[in-house]
């Protein structure tokens, strides 16, 4: 899986993270147990925490009793990671328009920079309908997880 996930662009540390999420039989982990799991510095699961927090993969889970900091992969993740909740994507639309400032109205940049923006407007405009008919299908199919 962390193979695949960087073939499609993650950093290595980061798809590894991801995919231990993915795979493992607890609900919530800490950073040292990735770390030592994955045979990674606690910086680069630092960094992956960070990153899969910012695009809502993953969150801090309660953990009564524990000292250290668990995550868990968030309930509805992948339809977070398509939707305004995803803080990049938030980000990356916020900086076109300020880029298309910037760069003036009338110049390539600002052309380019409008697309990005239109495209991610559109985006936010349209996917809940797309992601609350995903729950309805998911909720109807009686196997686990609704696959």
Known sequence: ???ILVQG???K???RVLAAFLFADTDSVTAPELAEWLAISSGSVSGAIKMLSTVGLIERAPA???RRE???LREGAWATLMSTQNGMVRTLFKAADEGIEAAGPDT???RRLAEMRDFYGFMFRELPALIDRWKAERHADPRPGGQ
């Open 1 to 3: 899986m962390a193979l």
């Open 9 to 11: 662009g993650l950093q």
């Open 13 to 15: 540390a980061t798809a």
């Open 64 to 66: 009564p009793g524990s």
């Open 70 to 72: 668990h995550y868990r």
């Open 108 to 110: 390539p940049a600002a």
